[in-house]
């Protein structure tokens, strides 16, 4: 059960849009439509971003989007927003009722 | 309103027992898989365990099997992680989180957290 893969940091502007990966394995991320994304603020519980690779939970704005390739899923963040300056983990399904995190990436948005 | 409260959290020696409790409301608890998560100082997300809508099945993550176990109680709304010979690396904020009617559904709510701290 080894942690997903995600960078550490990602930064941009207002306005601009960013990308952040997620790598697993055939194992987890790919062998399963399952990955989730959650936002976590400083001092906050974590939220639900993105579930089952593209869904969005009501509520979530249409700006958060996700994907999947192979072993890689990805979150991509349009229309960067200051509030949307938070920790980001992905997590996947990994088959016998366990599940994976990635380490957690760090948005800043200049 | 829909939410979940944990309680039970605080500092215990290494060996020592702790039982952690997640009261749901505002929800049909008893329709739900529900997890526990746990977030060590400044690090990310690990899952624990899981248990199914009706607490017949269990799964734990390998580094807490057969020291953890996790139940329910759907009569009281409520969820526990009874947490025996603990060890300093399971210092951690403790989450429980919920899961979906499906058990492969993703983690939709979750509770503020409660820390343990396992120090000598």
């Known amino acids: 059960q080894s942690a997903l893969t995600q960078p550490r940091s990602v930064s941009g502007s207002p306005g601009q849009s960013v990308t952040i990966s997620c790598t697993g394995t055939?194992?987890?991320?790919?062998?399963?439509?399952?990955v989730s994304w959650y936002e976590q603020h400083p001092g906050k519980a974590p939220k639900l971003m993105i579930n089952?690779?593209?869904k969005r939970p009501s509520g979530v704005p249409d700006r958060f989007s996700g994907s999947k390739s192979g072993n890689t899923a990805s979150l991509t963040i349009s229309g960067l927003q200051a509030e949307d300056e938070a920790d980001y983990y992905c997590c996947s399904y990994a088959g016998s009722y366990t599940w994976v995190f990635g380490g957690g990436t760090k948005l800043t948005v200049l | 309103q829909v939410q979940l409260v944990e309680s039970g959290g605080g500092v215990v020696q290494p060996g020592r027992s702790l039982r952690l409790s997640c009261a749901a409301s505002?929800?049909?608890?008893?329709?739900?898989?529900m997890h526990w998560v746990r977030q060590a100082p400044g690090k990310g997300l690990e899952w624990v365990a899981l248990i199914s809508y009706d607490g017949s099945s269990k799964y734990y993550t390998d580094s807490v099997k057969g020291r953890f176990t996790i139940s329910r109680d759907n009569s009281k709304n409520t969820l526990y992680l009874q947490m025996n010979s603990l060890r300093v690396e399971d210092t951690a904020l403790y989450y429980c989180?919920?899961?979906?009617?499906?058990?492969?559904?993703?983690?939709?709510?979750w509770g503020q957290g409660t820390m343990v701290t396992v120090s000598s």
């Open positions: 089952d690779v593209t």
């Open positions: 989180a919920r899961g979906g009617l499906i058990v492969v559904d993703a983690f939709d709510l």
């Open positions: 505002g929800f049909t608890f008893s329709r739900y898989a």
């Open positions: 055939s194992s987890d991320v790919g062998g399963y439509n399952y």
